[in-house]
């Protein structure tokens, strides 16, 4: 059973800043990628950011500049660094994790309970 955590949410003002974690545990063989996806009330869930492979980072337009998404692999953990946070960055903020429990099996598809983010004065 693969299990992940999430952490760091909160209230902050506007321009303010936060840090959220996300933190994999569990049978895992390789990960294929990590992201944080936002649902805001009476909308549908978007992509934030995403690190493929480890490597290659990519973000929403609507907070490129602002976020910066970072993947410790020895934990398998990654974080979303929220900088300049505007009261449309409010949402509840999941992780996302495609892996791989074994060599022979085929990817899965895991997510977090959610974080919630609330950015208002």
């Known amino acids: 059973q693969v299990q992940l955590v999430e952490s760091g949410g909160g209230l902050v003002q506007p321009g303010g800043s936060l840090r959220l974690s996300c933190a994999a545990s569990g049978t895992i063989f390789r990960i294929n990628a990590m992201g944080w996806y936002r649902q805001a009330p009476g909308k549908q869930r978007e992509l934030v950011a995403v690190?493929?492979?480890?490597?290659?980072?990519n973000y929403a337009d609507s907070v490129k500049g602002r976020f910066t998404m970072s993947k410790d692999n020895a934990k398998n953990t990654v974080y979303l660094q929220m900088t300049s946070l505007r009261p449309e960055d409010t949402a509840v903020y999941y992780c996302?994790?495609?892996?791989?429990?074994?060599?022979?099996?085929?990817?899965?598809?895991?997510w977090g309970q959610g974080t919630l983010v609330t950015v208002s004065s």
């Open positions: 690190i493929t492979n480890g490597r290659s980072t």
């Open positions: 996302n994790m495609i892996y791989f429990r074994t060599v022979v099996e085929s990817s899965r598809d895991a």
